[in-house]
């Protein structure tokens, strides 16, 4: 099993930039393609990018291709999310999660984003 830690979150004005940091414990995590969810008040949990284990190939949402990237370290055991250009629409707590038997699950406590307008 892998375990999740999010990190990085905060209170950023619309435009700015915050990295966020999942530490992941267990010793298979390199199998796993990993992912970043975000749900919003009143929202469903929506995908927001993954990538595979190997960091190789990545995937995003529409509304965050070209502001977000996603990368890992598995050396490090870590999964880290990029967010550039951010606007109040992105406010929500991101969580990760690994892809096991095609699942994303193993969620984490989440981090929570708030982006001032």
């Known amino acids: 099993q892998v375990q999740l830690v999010e990190s990085g979150g905060g209170l950023v004005q619309a435009g700015g930039s915050l990295r966020l940091s999942c530490a992941a414990s267990g010793r298979a995590f390199s199998d796993y393609p990993m992912g970043w969810f975000r749900q919003a008040p009143g929202k469903e949990r929506e995908f927001v990018a993954g990538?595979?284990?190997?960091?190789?190939?990545?995937y995003y949402a529409d509304s965050v291709k070209g502001r977000f990237a996603i990368s890992r370290d598995n050396a490090k055991n870590m999964v880290y999310l990029q967010m550039n250009s951010l606007e109040p629409e992105d406010t929500a707590v991101y969580y990760c999660?690994?892809?096991?038997?095609?699942?994303?699950?193993?969620w984490g406590q989440g981090t929570q984003v708030t982006v001032s307008s």
């Open positions: 990538l595979s284990w190997s960091g190789g190939s990545t």
């Open positions: 999660a690994a892809k096991i038997r095609g699942q994303y699950g193993n």
